[in-house]
């Protein structure tokens, strides 16, 4: 493992684990969620609010800051950290989903990936020894092994081809990542929903050595079920003394199981794309605060919750403001979101110290199986005939 940075487990319950990783920059609290911060901002927050949350760490992306403003603009200016005023820790995605879901024109071979940007059509190539010096430059804590994402659905061959070049790109990563006190690097587990491939993928990642491990390839439609079967095949072949990172998963019961199963680290635009497109996040479920039922509630949006849009408005008052297409509205809710999955992380982590995740679990299955508690009747609504 690099020098300082490293991972300890605090406390156990089942297989779900209490851990702190430890970075250049600070130290995270896991299971932990990281807020999507892709072109160096998490979309409709300051720096601040963010922190306000409860994050300790989050996410970047290599394909989206390497096009603009470049990685070394932003090394020229820095590094991100000082760049976005973010000083903990950042981990940065290695850009391989973005180059199959974003780009155009793809080419790939042995060497690495040839595509036109999306924004100007621009040429260009990222290999495994590009995609290190530019989370390299970007100053990432964690930096994301460059692989190829499977896609879904892929036959038995696709898969183990697809995965196999990414274990080869996996030990150049290896090779081409500067060591540095407090950084580390994070193999990608691959192989599609075959457990042999995904039982290779481990035994070829840990072969060479990696600081932590993530699980890719997954919520890419295969179904809740079929991800907790892959993680179940997976998580027990992984070291126990590396954190554990299921990339791109973030509904709130995802995350639960995932944790149940032994990951420590979550991302996902979920909570701030739901929060820009009116989506709610609270215990009882997940609500659409541009609903007409919402335009006279005087209640907040989650009781429970203290954040701004929580502490200072009523759901009336966040329905008026997405109604008029107001800039606060989507600011409010995303700040509530984040705010909701940081507790809903706090949470976890002390169930996990208390031994007492089962109950916990169950407890937060049962408040989000249930309906949104409807409001008071509107007293300016029509009333009808003879009355």
Known sequence: MSSGFSYDVLGTDGAARRGRIHTAHGTVETPAFMPVGTAGTVKAMTADAVRSTGAEIILGNTYHLMLRPTAERVAQLGGLHRFMDWPGPILTDSGGFQVMSLSKLRKLDEAGVTFSSHIDGQKITLTPERSMEIQDLLDADITMAFDECTPFPATHEEAADSMR??????????????????????????????????????????????????????????????????????????????????????????????????????????????????????????????????????????????????????????????????MLGPMLLTWHNLRYYQDLMAGIRAAIEAGALAEHVAALESAMAGDDIPPAPDPLAKKGPGR
């Open 165 to 326: 070049l990414s274990m080869r790109w996996a030990a150049r990563c290896r090779e081409a990542f500067r060591e540095r006190p407090g950084y580390g690097l994070f193999g990608i587990v691959q192989g599609g929903v075959f457990d042999d491939l995904r039982a290779e993928s481990v035994a070829a990642l840990t072969g060479i050595g990696f600081d932590g491990y993530a699980v890719g390839g997954l919520a890419v439609g295969e179904g809740q079920a079929e991800m907790f079967r892959v993680l179940d095949v997976t998580l027990p072949l992984l070291p126990q003394d590396r954190p554990r990172y299921l990339m791109g998963v973030g509904r709130p019961l995802d995350i639960v199981g995932a944790v149940l199963r032994g990951v420590d680290m979550f991302d996902c635009v979920m909570p701030t794309r739901s929060g820009r497109t009116g989506q709610g996040f609270t215990r009882h479920g997940v609500l659409n605060i541009r609903n007409a039922r919402h335009a006279h509630d005087e209640r907040p949006l989650d009781a429970a919750c203290e954040c701004p849009a929580c502490r200072k408005h009523s759901r009336a008052y966040l329905h008026h403001l997405f109604k008029a297409d107001e």
